[in-house]
């Protein structure tokens, strides 16, 4: 089945522009996590949603925003970007390991931010 | 604050020897944890993984230790393969269904 698909794959922005990224989970996966990932912090948690719902929350500015779609497609958007949000963004799926799976994540290959 | 930790940013290893990949974590409350690998321009891929209530599991050439008396987990692989250079990710599921990523170790197999 396919994986997980982030779009844009390359992107350059200016500080101060906005950014919206996208996620399309592998089908059947209603949770999609943000990571950030940067040398040497590893990857950071951004928000969780399930079911369209924003169930976990990372500790990133309120720049940084997200939502869930009815079909569990996800967007993030980061407002005002600063040279610091330069960095891999990863998403990724998996089956609600809330309900008693202990959910493995499937990452998409991420979308790499450039803010200049 | 880094709730898991992976103190060995790098690690050279040479082929057919074992890779051993050390992680830590404070929180007491995590119980399942998990190892990520990922290689360049590709997201991380699941390696293996381990609940509390064992302290070993085993995956053909991968075997992940836990000691939860010591917070300390690691991943050993035998024997290493130039295939198995990466960065590996060590994480861990908190309260609230969260993982807590360790900032990774890029391991290098010589051949």
């Known amino acids: 089945k396919a994986g997980v698909t982030q779009t844009p794959r390359y992107l350059i922005k200016t500080r101060g522009q906005q950014v919206t990224l996208s996620c399309s989970p592998i089908?059947?996966?209603?949770?999609v996590s943000w990571y950030q990932q940067t040398p040497g912090q590893g990857l950071q948690f951004l928000f969780e949603y399930f079911s369209e719902t924003q169930r976990n929350k990372g500790n990133f500015p309120g720049r940084f925003s997200g939502r869930q779609f009815s079909n569990s497609r996800s967007e993030m958007n980061v407002s005002t970007l600063e040279l610091g949000d330069s960095a891999l963004y990863l998403c990724?799926?998996?089956?609600?390991?809330?309900?008693?799976?202990?959910?493995?994540?499937?990452f998409g290959e991420g979308s790499r931010l450039t803010v200049l | 604050d880094q709730q898991v930790k992976q103190n060995s940013p790098s690690l050279s290893v040479q082929e057919g020897r074992i890779s051993i990949l050390n992680c830590d974590y404070t929180n007491s409350m995590f119980d399942y944890f998990l190892w990520y690998k990922k290689y360049p321009a590709e997201g991380p891929t699941f390696l293996i993984s381990?609940?509390?209530?064992?302290d070993k599991n085993e995956d053909g050439r991968f075997t992940v230790f836990l000691n939860k008396s010591a917070k300390h987990l690691s991943l050993h692989i035998v024997p290493s393969q130039p295939g198995d250079s990466a960065v590996y990710f060590c994480a861990a599921l908190g309260t609230g269904n969260q993982f807590y990523f360790g900032t990774g170790t890029s391991l290098t197999v010589i051949p």
């Open positions: 990724a799926s998996s089956l609600d390991y809330g309900t008693g799976g202990f959910g493995e994540l499937f």
């Open positions: 381990i609940s509390s209530i064992k």
């Open positions: 089908s059947g996966h209603r949770s």
